[in-house]
């Protein structure tokens, strides 16, 4: 039973072209993420939501667009990828309490743009 | 601003040898801190954490670490290292109840035999 899964596991694409990334968690958490891993391990995050409400958004190209349809569910799309897309996205989901959440992560989609 | 800094890139250490990572943060109030171990093509897995009480934490695979406001460190400890230990350790901030995590640039820990 995996926690936090992600699907593609590895994506390989041109330039210019568009992909999308899913994510799904069973833990009954209420909160999800998406954090992008550099080539030099530096995580970042790029978008939360919170019962499907959006309620993190750093400083992410508007070429990334996600999308919760669920609070089960948070998916990531990107248009017209560039070279310097490549990386790690890791999906994490917490659950909001009254103090600090902990964060479970998913295994990573490895984007490569060609 | 919040800010989480591993001074160290790389360490090697000797099987069996004790090791110890290091973790400083910038935060206002008392932060949550954390720490995860990332195995090469794995996600973030959660070794401990600390949110108040005991400042001495202790977590899985027989890692302990140790919150000092004084110093606003959160090192990470173990005793005896196993070959299994190699992977890159992350320290975390988290915030109060605004659902954001800063992590530090992580540590790559070698093993020798």
């Known amino acids: 039973d995996t926690a936090v899964s992600q699907t593609p596991k590895y994506l390989v694409t041109q330039m210019g072209n568009d992909k999308s990334i899913k994510c799904e968690q069973n833990?009954?958490?209420?909160?999800m993420y998406w954090y992008k891993q550099d080539s030099k391990k530096f995580l970042k995050i790029m978008f939360s939501?919170?019962?499907?409400?959006?309620?993190i958004n750093e400083t992410v190209p508007n070429r990334f667009s996600p999308k919760s349809p669920d609070k089960a569910h948070l998916n990531l799309h990107i248009n017209s990828l560039e070279l310097g897309d490549s990386a790690v996205y890791f999906c994490?989901?917490?659950?909001?309490?009254?103090?600090?959440?902990?964060?479970?992560f998913g295994a990573g989609s490895r984007l490569t743009v060609l | 601003a919040q800010s989480v800094t591993q001074p160290d890139i790389h360490i090697t250490v000797s099987e069996g040898a004790s090791l110890e990572l290091r973790c400083n943060y910038s935060?206002?109030?008392?932060?949550?801190l954390f720490w995860y171990v990332q195995s090469p093509g794995q996600g973030l897995q959660l070794l401990l954490k600390?949110?108040?009480?005991?400042?001495l934490v202790q977590g899985i695979k027989g890692f302990e670490a140790e919150f000092k406001r004084s110093q606003s460190s959160f090192n990470l400890r173990k005793p005896s290292v196993h070959w299994s230990d190699a992977a890159e350790y992350f320290c975390?901030?988290?915030?109060?109840?605004?659902?954001?995590?800063?992590f530090g640039s992580g540590t790559k820990l070698n093993v020798k035999p």
């Open positions: 994490a989901s917490s659950h909001r309490d009254t103090g600090a959440n902990v964060l479970t």
């Open positions: 833990l009954g958490h209420d909160t």
């Open positions: 939501y919170n019962n499907k409400e959006l309620i």
């Open positions: 935060y206002g109030a008392t932060p949550y």
């Open positions: 600390y949110f108040s009480g005991d400042t």
């Open positions: 975390a901030v988290g915030l109060y109840n605004f659902n954001k995590f800063y």
